[in-house]
Every structure is written in C-alpha cells, then in structure tokens.
C-alpha cells in the first residue's frame, strides 16, 4: 500500500473538518487555521462571531491580546505563529450569544462532536507541546479544573487518545476577564511563556513545511472579545 503524505492527510482533514454540520445549534461553518505541519498544538475554547467572517481563529479582539503576549516574550508575531503553530478549538463553529450575554457555551454533545476532529489531529500531527487557551480548552487535558493560580505559569504531562505530550495552559485572552492584566495573573502568563519559548517542540517547531501566511486581517478595536 503505498503511504499516503502528511500534507495531503492533513489538507484532506481540514477539508472535511470545513464540510462538517453536525451541531444544529451552532451558528457558523467550522473555523479552521488551516493544514499547517507543527508540533505545538494551540487549542481554544469556540470562535466568536468574527471569526467565521474572516475565517481563521482568534482573529478579533482576544487574538490581538493573545498575539501581542507571543510578540513581547517570545518575538513571534501572528504571521509567523499562524504559519508555524497548528490552531485547533474544543468546537470550531460560533456558538451563538447566550441567554446571560457573551457567547454561549458549548454543550456537552457539541463538545464531544468536535473531539472526533482533535482526536484526528492529534493522531495525524503528534502534538508534542499543546498550549490549551481558555478553561474551556485547559478542561479538556485536566480535571477537576484547579483555580488559574494553580494552572497558569507551570506545564503539565498529559496523554490523550492514547498520545503523550506536555500542556502549557494560558489564561483566556479576552478582556471579559481582568485576571491575565492583574498580579499574580500577569507574571504567571508571563511565566507560562517562557515555558512555551524553553519548550524543544518550540524551538523545533517549523521543522515542517512552512504555509505561506495570509493576508493579516483588519486592526480590531481595543474593545474585550470573547473570541475562541
């Protein structure tokens, strides 16, 4: 039989995953970073209601936050991280708003519908460094889920679907939460950075071939976002 490429595997995943209609309650088409060969993973929580319009993950105003933290620790701006870092979500399709305001959580059988594409993910790329973004994502790797405190600023031996690699939480970028902009909240993102930029899957992580990255999107507002 003959060996079917990576790039070709992964094309035909992101292919499907756009393709995919199984959640009734969601209000968008899958959110994709697209095919990109890393061995860090980025996983979030679910697109806000930009994302599916610019059509790619943290692309409002919680990506600009997030961006901006890889900048000033770690000098990679968001060209070269969508282009080296594959971008995943616990659900790939915006939500809708929920019934309290900001944007409803997903539920439990949307969740798992989705953790058949990160399961293919996982088994395609063998992430050896995820950074799950979000307690929504973070939940996914451990549980109970501990108060930030205890989960911001250290790294984490994982396995999942029989995969093992190491977890770097970060705190939700947007500005609903003032946690990431307040001490002790500040030097611990600060400290799980660095943890990102030690880490070897980092340093060896465009030991792939590399997408040519798209246009950026628009500057957003300074306003929060709740964003992926």
């Known amino acids: 039989m003959t060996e079917v490429p990576l790039g070709t595997e992964l094309q035909g995943h992101v292919q499907a995953l756009a393709a995919c209609r199984k959640c009734p309650l969601m209000r968008s ?27 790619r993950p943290f692309a409002w105003t919680a990506g600009k936050t ?27 399709c915006f939500p809708g708003r929920g019934s309290q305001g900001g944007d409803r959580v997903p539920n439990r059988q949307e969740i798992e519908n989705c953790s058949t594409w990160m399961q293919a993910e996982f088994a395609l790329l063998k992430p050896e460094l995820v950074i799950g973004v979000g307690k ?8 109970p889920l501990p108060p930030l405190h205890d989960l911001i600023g250290k790294i984490f ?24 902009r307040l001490e002790p909240g500040k ?5 799980a950075l660095g943890l990102i930029r030690d880490h070897p899957a980092w340093r060896t992580r465009t030991d792939f071939p590399v997408r040519k990255p798209a246009a950026a999107p628009p500057s957003p507002p300074d306003n929060a976002g709740n964003e992926c």
């Open 136 to 143: 929504l994502a973070i939940g996914r790797f451990i549980a």
């Open 187 to 191: 030097s611990l993102t600060r400290t």
């Open 29 to 55: 088409t899958p959110v994709s970073g697209g095919p990109v060969h890393s061995k860090v993973m980025l996983i979030g929580q679910a697109p806000g209601v930009r994302e599916p319009l610019l059509g």
């Open 66 to 92: 997030m961006f901006k933290w890889f900048w000033e620790t770690l000098e990679v701006g968001e060209a070269e991280f969508r282009a080296t870092v594959y971008m995943a979500a616990v659900c790939r």
């Open 157 to 180: 031996p994982a396995e999942r679907w029989g995969h093992r690699f190491d977890l770097v939480p970060l705190p939700h970028p947007s500005g609903a939460s003032p946690w990431p």
